[in-house]
């Protein structure tokens, strides 16, 4: 497998622009993750989805921020409009099943420059 | 609400030495640990997972430990070389996957020639 594979690397989009990351999580695991991380606050969980139904939101910063995840084999994380202060890298993540050995496999990352 | 501190910050040794990263947890309800190292511009990696009935976990030159009674966990890197320079985190799994990682902020390690 290829892991967790996100696109695009590198986005620069301008104030009250619409910003649209994507996510393909391993195959096969049932659990996707979205982060965030920031100088200041280093990574922090945004959503999570388990068996493509969001289970917690409760990271999500604004209203602004959504995610979707259509199929088992692909996610979006949609920031509308979107604001300097949204600058960070955003990960995606994966897991299967849930219990004591779950390990996660996380994507290289999009670095979004809202200027 | 689970809280992870990591110490130090930032650490820069000559190379050979062997070093001791140390992670704190506030909750002692953890399913597994997770070490991951980050290169400048790039994602995670994953180092060494112990699981929360488990007491360490080596992987080649790296070994985790893990004492939930006292909330610590430490990463002793052996014999440290420059290519091993990188942020090295540590997260806290609180829910068997379920709930995401809890993340700490990150020894920034420079291992010099």
């Known amino acids: 497998d290829a892991g967790v594979i996100q696109s695009p690397r590198h986005e620069v989009t301008e104030m009250g622009q619409e910003v649209t990351l994507r996510c393909k999580p391993i195959?096969?695991?049932?659990?996707l993750f979205w982060y965030r991380q920031t100088m200041m606050r280093g990574l922090e969980l945004l959503i999570y989805f388990n068996n493509n139904v969001p289970i917690d939101d409760s990271g999500m910063p604004e209203d602004r921020f959504s995610a979707k995840m259509p199929n088992a084999s692909f996610s979006t994380l949609k920031i509308q409009p979107s604001e300097p202060r949204d600058s960070a890298v955003y990960f995606c993540?994966?897991?299967?099943?849930?219990?004591?050995?779950?390990?996660?496999?996380f994507g290289q990352g999009t670095r979004l420059t809202v200027v | 609400k689970q809280e992870v501190t990591q110490i130090p910050a930032a650490l820069s040794v000559p190379e050979g030495e062997n070093l001791v990263l140390n992670c704190s947890f506030t909750?002692?309800?953890?399913?597994?640990l997770q070490w991951f190292r980050q290169d400048p511009g790039k994602g995670l990696t994953s180092l060494l997972l112990i699981q929360s009935s488990q007491r360490e976990q080596t992987s080649g030159r790296l070994n985790a430990s893990l004492d939930k009674s006292s909330g610590r966990s430490t990463l002793y890197i052996a014999a440290s070389q420059p290519g091993d320079s990188a942020t090295y985190l540590c997260a806290a799994n609180s829910g068997g996957g379920a709930d995401g990682l809890t993340f700490g902020k990150g020894t920034h390690l420079i291992i010099q020639p």
């Open positions: 909750d002692s309800a953890i399913y597994n």
């Open positions: 195959s096969g695991h049932d659990y």
């Open positions: 993540a994966s897991t299967s099943g849930r219990g004591h050995n779950t390990e996660a496999f």
